[in-house]
């Protein structure tokens, strides 16, 4: 089992602050930092002071100033970008960190952010999944284009005149790609298809549970002989006792018995249990969610008792 750390720096976070976090999780052997990509914070309990960072932007140059750990989104929003530039910027990065990107893309779900920023958002779910599938076909087909070929695209949404799909990513042929959710029929489709990896948000182990099987079964169905790794992303509150464990759900405006229901919270010994189970399930890989960026002790803590448990 690996452990990933997931940040919602849109929640409020300078650069400064992922950037002590990204090492933090480098020093202490973590698998990969990975990041929101919004624009607006969430819920009444936050300011989201001093105000969003761009999640390619901010990998680029986490990048430069890491050397070890992965890097990557959950999940890059298709409604943000058009993806051809977007497949240019994700292979820079890639370049930029020497080969250790991952490509976490989704849909788009958040409207309120988009009519703040003035980002065109499809009214209906219907129309955003057809322009992401586009787009995945679009980006997955520009870095997969042998060097000297080119790539031309005719779809409903975005056409693409026969040019040359550069640049390319530093790994071959593509950085891994990652699709999450929990839909039933399109989700699982679009991740056999395209994906390296299948992540669930935020769920249950139940529905967790299902959710691989929906996509398992798509893959089967696909004829795909590829692998397929699973992964789950659950929010982190971990303390040495109680009154630690009640701190830091208070600090992120959580109460500690939903916390335990909803997600990875308690002892050292109730997290190596709970992820078992994940692991039981299939998850090869957790993305813990971190909220609060400043407590780093909640990281040595995880690395330090929990992570020695799951080897």
Known sequence: MRLRIFLEPQQGATYEDQLAVAKAAEDLGFDALFRSD???????????LPGPTDAWITLAGLARDTSRIRLGTLMTAATFRYPGPLAITVAQVDRMSGGR??????????EEEHAVYGIPFPASGRERFDRYEEQLDIITGLWSTPAGESFRYEGKHYRLAEGPALPKPQQG????????GTGPKRTPRLA?????????PFSSLEDTSAAFERT????????????????AAQVLCAGRDEAEVARRAERIGREVPELRENGLAGSPD?????IGRFGE???ERMYLQVLDMADLDHLELVASQVVPQLD
């Open 216 to 231: 398992r079964a798509a893959v089967r169905a696909s004829g795909r002989t590829a692998p397929m790794a699973y992964s």
């Open 101 to 110: 990107v991952e490509f976490g893309f989704g849909a788009g779900w958040f």
């Open 38 to 48: 919004h624009y607006l914070h969430m819920g009444d309990h936050v300011s989201g």
């Open 192 to 200: 056999a298809k395209h994906a390296d990896e299948y992540n669930v």
């Open 173 to 180: 042929p593509r950085p891994p790609v990652l699709i999450g």
């Open 270 to 274: 109730e997290l190596v249990d709970r």
């Open 281 to 283: 399930a299939g998850a």
